[in-house]
């Protein structure tokens, strides 16, 4: 069993940063790829980033690339996801995901384990 637990979220401007991040805990980490989805109120989940198991992949969706990083740490079994020049749009609940293969995937069916989520809200 592989426990996920975000952090970081919160009310931001837009315009601004925030860092999430995904703490780990029940497996050995640094073998699986990591991912990061968000869910906007009414909308279905969606993918925003995704790192491959040896950190050598990303794969940002098209809707953030440029603005938001996806990095892991595995000595601290952590895995961050940068977000700046946020906007309204980017307002959600971001949720951290694990999965068993080492490949990157934009597809929620590839992921096993999934956080709690963290609420992201960016509004002036």
């Known amino acids: 069993q592989v426990q996920l637990e975000e952090s970081g979220g919160g009310l931001v401007q837009p315009g601004g940063s925030l860092r999430l991040s995904c703490a780990a805990s029940?497996?050995?980490?640094?073998?699986?790829?990591m991912g990061w989805f968000r869910q906007a109120p009414g909308k279905e989940r969606e993918f925003v980033a995704s790192?491959?198991?040896?950190?050598?992949?990303?794969w940002h969706a098209g809707s953030v690339k440029g603005r938001f990083t996806i990095s892991r740490d595995d000595a601290k079994k952590t895995v961050d996801l940068q977000m700046n020049s946020l906007n309204p749009e980017d307002t959600a609940t971001y949720y951290c995901?694990?999965?068993?293969?080492?490949?990157?995937?934009?597809?929620?069916?590839?992921?096993?384990?999934w956080g709690q989520g963290t609420q992201v809200t960016v509004s002036s």
């Open positions: 995901a694990a999965g068993r293969g080492a490949i990157i995937s934009a597809k929620m069916s590839d992921y096993v384990f």
């Open positions: 029940g497996r050995t980490f640094g073998t699986g790829v």
């Open positions: 790192i491959s198991g040896n950190g050598g992949s990303l």
